[in-house]
């Protein structure tokens, strides 16, 4: 971390420090959460948590080299210092706003209901070509994951690009305060979280939120093939840049060929700019991601050649359209997370697959009270795009074997109630060669039946 001291600490949460204030000098070497992860110098954060208060972990962090505690109620034998405040998550959340402050350097903002992942390592990709990036790792993109994300923050620095994960309004308000952003781009406004934003202009409401806290001179880049983010003419005086597969966007793409595993060609342009590249992803949104990525790097000054080398050495993470060749079988592990635009997307991406086509989907959660008609939908897509097999799990799932078998008899269509049930029968349904896309939100834990059918 940048020299942060207990008494800026202190300071910046409104606590009341309890110990030898010789220690208020005394620069923090990391914020931690998670007691196993305590560093000599570390900041200790004791959160009450729905199964562990972490108030019960303060002198076992001490005794691993923790300096200090904040919490909510005071240790029954303080060995060292702690600072006290009414709530550890709000205080937590002052005090990343005052380390963000440190840095005088570019802080893209990233958010979308979908793509806010692939993006955010694909900007970072680019830019690393020039800066020394930092960047979200894994999924800390809510009200405490970002600040977490800050405290990552280090001298050497000279970029970063944080994820920034909503389900409701007022959170982009209050994690933006934080991250401050001086450039903010927003991916797409899909149906997600609607039982907390009720339709998409709840969902372009709480986005834009983003927007109250970007620095003065910050620029927004947004994609201009969504219907509602391109409604956003000018805001703070500040016009958006429109970035998006078509030509009347500044940054557009040609010439787009997806050839399956070996990535997805195109031509990027802009100003006059025509850029050949090879993206190493699956799927033809990782364009709009790489357009996003361009639009990023020319604003922070990067060279074409840089552009170039930034998108073409992109790196897929997690469960998100990884390729895995097994055995028997070709599987698109795409089970991180699902809504219906991430669904389509995917199933997209499953379309250009030679062979036997198959896709396992669940459940999408929190879409509010169309959840039913929106998974009935994703029944008929994906039939009409002329999967082969289409395998649907889950109590919500059961209207994507409905939509799917009511629109094309050509399309054979399954339904189990569950993961188990689902394992039970895919052996004998699945043939050697085929490609199967696994899918469903994270909660559904899709992550079994991927390691299943990798076995």
Do not use: W
Not at 54 to 77: D, T
Not at 117 to 133: D, G, N
């Amino acid at each position: 971390m940048k020299k942060f001291t207990l008494k800026q600490v202190a300071e910046a949460c409104k606590g009341k420090f309890v110990g030898d204030e010789k220690y208020l000098d005394y620069p923090i070497t990391s914020v931690e959460r998670d007691s196993r992860e305590i560093k000599e110098g570390s900041l200790f954060l004791a959160i009450k948590g729905a199964r562990v208060d972490g108030h019960e972990f303060i002198e076992k962090c001490y005794e691993r080299g923790a300096v200090c505690a904040l919490c909510e109620k005071a240790p029954e034998n303080p060995q060292k210092s702690y600072i006290l405040v009414k709530s550890t998550l709000e205080a937590v959340k002052q005090i990343a706003e005052s380390y963000r402050q440190l840095f005088d350097i570019p802080v893209i903002g990233i958010s979308g209901s979908v793509g806010k992942t692939s993006t955010k390592e694909m900007i970072a990709s680019v830019l690393s070509q020039k800066f020394k990036v930092h960047k979200t790792i894994g999924n800390l993109n809510n009200e405490l994951g970002v600040p977490l994300t800050l405290f990552g923050l280090e001298e050497e620095h000279q970029a970063a690009v944080i994820e920034m994960g909503i389900s409701d309004f007022g959170e982009m308000q209050r994690i933006s305060k934080m991250v401050k952003p001086t450039i903010c781009v927003i991916t797409i406004i899909g149906s997600c979280h609607l039982e907390n934003l009720g339709d998409r202009n709840g969902v372009l409401k709480a986005k834009t939120e983003m927007f109250e806290n970007m620095a003065d001179n910050a620029k927004i880049f947004l994609n201009g093939d969504d219907d509602k983010l391109i409604t956003v003419k000018e805001v703070r005086g500040i016009k958006p840049e429109f970035y998006g597969l078509n030509s009347s966007n500044k940054y557009y793409a040609e010439n787009i060929n997806n050839t399956g595993t070996e990535g997805v060609e195109c031509t990027l342009c802009f100003d006059g700019t025509k850029l050949n590249v090879t993206i190493p992803a699956l799927g033809n949104y990782m364009v709009s991601n790489a357009l996003a990525a361009v639009a990023v790097g020319k604003a922070l000054g990067l060279s074409d050649e840089q552009l170039i080398s930034g998108i073409e050495s992109y790196k897929t993470v997690g469960s998100r359209a990884n390729l895995i060749k097994a055995q028997r079988f070709t599987i698109i592990d795409d089970c991180y997370n699902a809504n219906p635009n991430s669904v389509k997307a995917a199933i997209d991406t499953l379309a250009n697959f030679g062979g036997r086509k198959i896709a396992v989907l669940g459940d999408m959660k929190e879409l509010g009270k169309t959840e039913l008609q929106l998974h009935n939908e994703i029944g008929v897509y994906a039939a009409r795009k002329k999967i082969d097999v289409i395998v649907a799990v889950g109590p919500l799932a059961k209207e994507i074997y409905a939509g799917a078998k009511n629109e094309i008899e050509s399309t054979q269509t399954f339904y189990f109630e569950n993961i188990e049930e689902a394992k039970e029968n895919l052996t004998n349904l699945l043939k050697e060669g085929d490609t199967v896309l696994v899918k469903a939100s994270h909660s559904m834990h899709f992550e079994r039946i991927t390691e299943f059918l990798k076995q």
